[in-house]
Each structure stands twice: as C-alpha cells, then as structure tokens.
C-alpha cells in the first residue's frame, strides 16, 4: 500500500477492509434504568409476561356478561377500582362497577360505558348496547410471554426507556461506550480561548465538532485539544493517549507538506497501517491504521474533511464496538437540481434534504462550492450526497444516496 498518496483505494474497498477489522464489541456494564437514555443495549428485552396479565376494562363502565345486555336491566354487585384483585365471579344479570384499568371480574366478558346505560337503586338500565368484548383489552394485546421487545444492538430512545420501565427492568446490560481521543494538530491552530499572537493563526475547529460528533454516536470523548507540528510532541501524546483510548483520532499533518508528521508517526508507534489513501473527495489523505485492538484514524486538517472522514470512519469502529447494526442511515433520494461532480473520486457533498409526499429531495440552496475547509455547509441539518467515482454530470431528477446526519 502507498504511503505517498498518490494511490488510491476505492471508497467501496476502504469501507470493506474497514468492516472486516475486528473490534472489541463485548464490553459492557448494568447502568440503572434512568441512566440507560443514549446508551446502546447489549441485551435482547424479553417479555417475561402478556401485557395486559388479565383482560382489562379500557373505559369506566360496568362488566357485564354479553348475553344479559338482551335483559335491558341488571344487579350491580359493587365496584372493583383499578388496581383491586377482583375475585367475584358474574352470574346470570349482574354486573360489578368496573373502572378504566381494572381486572374484568370473572364470568364477564364486556364492558359497557357508564354513558350507555341509567344507575338507580343497585341496579342498570341498559340505553344503548354494545358489541361482544367492547372496552375489553385482552390478554397479550400489548405483546405476550417471550416476545423479545427490543433487539440487542438498539440505541435506547423514549420508547425504549418506557416500555422497559413496564417491563420491571430495573437495571440495563449496556455496550461500554467505547473510548475515542480527539486530537487537532497543526502549528498554525489555536485552542479555544487561546490568545492569537499573528493573524496567520487559525482557531481550532476540529477537535470540538469531532468530540460532539462521537459523543452523539455514544463514544467517551478524551478532549486532548491541539498540538503543534513537532514530531516528538506528537509522538508522544498518541503514545499516550493509546493507553487509554480505544480510537485514537487525530486531524492534520497527513498530506504531502514538510511539516505534516503524523503519518510518518504511525509506523513509529508499531501501529499497522490499514491503509493511507483513499478515492474520496473530502479526505483523500485519510491513514487508518491498527496497533492490537486499538484504532488510529489520522484525518486530513481541512474542516469539512476531517468532519466527512469522522462521520465514514469513526463512527463504523464506534457502532461496531457498540454493537450497533448501522453507523448512520443512508436514504435514496431525487436531485432537485443538476450536480456537477468535481473529481475523479467518490465525492461527499453537504445537502439539504426535503421529504415531499414521503420522498426525499435533494438540493444545495445556501451551499458554498469551495475547498475542503467550509464547515458551515454542515449546518442547518445538513446530509451528505454521495456521487460514486464513475458518475459525472447528475441531471436533476437522478436519485443519489444520501446519508442522513440528524441522528446516529
Ligand atoms: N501538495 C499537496 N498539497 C496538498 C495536498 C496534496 O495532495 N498535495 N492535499 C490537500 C488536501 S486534499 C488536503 S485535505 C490537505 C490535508 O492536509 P493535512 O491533513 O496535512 O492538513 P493541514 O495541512 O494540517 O491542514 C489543512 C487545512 O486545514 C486547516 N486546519 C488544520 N487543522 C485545523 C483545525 N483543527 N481546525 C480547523 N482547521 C484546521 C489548516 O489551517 C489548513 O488550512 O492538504 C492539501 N494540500
Ligand atoms: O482530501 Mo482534501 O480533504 O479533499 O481537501
């Protein structure tokens, strides 16, 4: 595999090799139901009961045996409240007061609503029918014994969260967040709140889109902030930060300039490089490499490159250490407007989306067309348009994949 960037992978091969890398993916921990929001569940959930247990009255009324509505009058025996353990039995023209939520009591098998029917003096006048089983939740409407509810894998939203909480699931099995250092390097580059001494500088951008971008994928972020092009320094903060981290992610110094170290780092450091080089445009410049089970990505330092390149090959490792099925969802949808692709590689470009009628549209309203470094094009709910290697001019009306960004 080249070293000098001049050659290249293809986008669909660097995707393959980065799928076939193995991953620590069996690391979890119980975490309390409440803190279980964001995390990613490394536990089928099986419901260990029918939900409801016994058919349940859905609305305020009284239980009666279907056949006994022809009587036009019944006995009211009493009431049975939500939450009572009713244990009377029905007879032939009884009915028992049967609230929204309550058992239905033995021998019935309907409900008929309050607002169906006149009380007076311990007994009902039936005004208006109902169907065999009205206001009746039966047994295992909600899900049975055994279903599995929520599949190993799933990243533990509202939804999730509740129907847990109905499951008694006190305790979570959650994937450990895996942990990802992020490292902006670059001389000309100031961390946030840094004094500038020369208008040359740059504020660093980079680490912190990078940080919230893994934190949102479920990553632990190690924040280690910038550091200037000098070989040594840098060699050993990586050294370091592999200790610890599982992913180490570095921005800048990965081109072809006098003062871009780090790939030259990577090897140093008995790291494997997986492959540097790869038929994309933002991030051509990309190096993965390997050292045991940890991961160094070094990404190109343009900031719309190295955000691109996170989101193709950081957020892979990061759901496959957590399990996850998919890092991101990629949708087809239609151009709203001519594409003209740029280079000869696999090219990512900042879009809107718009769902019309159930379909997804794409267009560049308020898109710049520029170099690598306009990080504003990711605004405003932006997704990423993927135009493969061999497409060149896309005639509005061409569907294209797109990535969706708004959730991982
Ligand atoms: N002669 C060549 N020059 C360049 C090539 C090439 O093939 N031959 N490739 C270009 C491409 S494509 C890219 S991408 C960049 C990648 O270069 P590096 O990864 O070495 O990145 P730097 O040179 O350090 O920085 C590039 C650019 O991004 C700005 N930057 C850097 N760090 C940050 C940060 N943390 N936050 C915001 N912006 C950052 C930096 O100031 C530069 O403007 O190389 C091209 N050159
Ligand atoms: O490889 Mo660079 O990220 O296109 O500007």
Known sequence: MSITGTDFISFETSQNMLELLQVNNHRYERVPLSDALGRVLAQDIVAEFNDPQFPTASMDGYAVRHEDLQKGELIVLGDNPAGHDETRVLSEGESIKTFTGSMMPAGSDTLIQIENVTYNNGKITINEPVERANAVRPVGEGYAAGDVLIKKGTKIGFAEIGVMAGLNQVMVKVALRPRVAVIATGSEILDL???????????????????????????????????????????????????SADILVSTGGVSVGDYDFVKDIIPRLGA??????????????ILVAQRANKFILALPGFAYSSTVTAILYALPLIAKMLGKKAPFKTVAAKLQEDFTKRSRFTEFTACNIVVEDGEYFVNFTGKKVGSSAILTNMLDNSALMIAGEDDKFLEAGTYVNVILLESF
Do not use: C, W
């Not at 500088?201 to 280690?224: C, D, H, K, M, P």
């Not at 494997?272 to 410049?285: D, L, N």
């Open 272 to 285: 494997e490089v997986v492959y540097k080089g790869v038929g994309i445009k933002p991030g051509r410049h």
């Open 193 to 243: 709140g840094e004094n500038s001494d020369n208008l040359a500088q740059i504020r660093s951008s980079n680490n912190y889109t990078l940080a919230a971008l893994f934190e949102q994928a479920g990553a632990e972020v190690i924040q280690l902030g910038t550091a200037p092009d000098d070989r040594d320094a840098i060699m050993r903060t990586f050294e370091n930060a592999l200790e």
